[in-house]
């Protein structure tokens, strides 16, 4: 039995624009936006085991179950099941995104393991296509880590070029968690119209994300006075905020002047 780990990257997501259309007739909601990835997350690594198993570590590791209920174990055995795989693995996951934070989280997570396992595996890639849906909304998107256009719920994609590749980024968030149910929950049902241009849209989650954790104002607000700042809007449902700088350097000055009560991470997009 091989011991060489393989390593896979859960790169940060985050929504340039998310527009809520309507609520459909499975619970979901109608989505338009555009998914865009960071180089950085979390870290994902696999060691041929006889077990499934997995462990959390990092800074954000107690907020996590490591059991059966963690989308990255639920995604393993899918797979494991999906591909009539019998063997085991040891897993790692190195927790460096906030969690519940608008920004991927678990949904990067379980891509992450898709792709790392199939490699793992040597199976079909076809498997974890099929199983990514059912894991979440957002899995399709985060197992491509690309680009996109998400419409239907999020999960049906296009790949795009917005011309953001190597754009640099700034992702602060209050470290206060969000229920992305809670957030949906409180959407007042309004349409505000299709998504075209990403730059001149909008986050409709925003608002009632507000009325939930009122400290998003704050961070967005600190990002908007940030010199070199291009755009800032709040990812997905929330409380994570990003920044698109005209350069590095910009960025960097914001990151190193960022108020230490909240957290933050200076990255690229893919």
């Known amino acids: 039995m091989s011991r060489l780990p393989l390593v896979e990257i859960a ?44 462990t959390v570590t990092g800074p954000f590791a107690a907020m996590l179950d490591d059991g059966e209920g963690n989308l990255v174990h639920r995604a393993a055995s899918a797979l494991a099941a999906e591909a009539r795989v019998g063997k085991g693995v040891q897993l790692t996951l190195d927790k460096q995104l906030p969690v519940a934070s608008g920004i991927g989280g678990g949904s990067a997570d379980a891509a992450a393991a898709l792709r790392l396992l199939t490699r793992l595996w040597s199976t079909d890639p076809a498997h974890a296509a099929r199983l990514a849906p059912e894991l ?61 241009d990403w730059r001149k849209g909008r986050n409709d989650l925003e608002a009632p994300a507000l009325v939930l ?22 990812s997905g449902s929330g409380a994570t905020c990003f920044a698109l700088f005209e350069d590095e350097a910009a960025r960097d000055a914001a990151a190193a002047a960022c108020p230490p009560r909240w957290w933050n991470l200076a990255s690229v997009l893919r």
């Not at 259309?21 to 060691?47: M, P, S, W, Y």
């Not at 954790?213 to 709040?234: K, T």
């Open 136 to 196: 979440g909304s957002d899995v399709p998107a985060c197992l491509l880590s690309m680009t996109a256009r998400g419409t239907e719920a999020g999960d049906a994609l296009e790949l795009v070029d917005a011309g953001i590749s190597g754009t640099p980024l700034l992702l602060v968030n209050p470290l206060l968690p969000l229920s992305t149910g809670e957030v949906f929950g409180r959407w007042d049902g309004l349409d505000r119209g299709p998504l075209d």
């Open 11 to 54: 790169p940060a997501k985050i929504n340039l624009a998310l527009h809520v259309r309507g609520k459909r007739n499975d619970g979901r909601h109608q989505l338009e936006t555009i998914f865009a990835f960071c180089t950085d997350g979390d870290r994902l690594t696999a060691v041929e085991a006889d077990t499934l198993s997995l």
């Open 213 to 234: 954790v009122p400290q998003i104002a704050e961070v967005l607000g600190w990002l908007r006075g940030r010199a070199g700042v291009q755009l800032a809007r709040m």
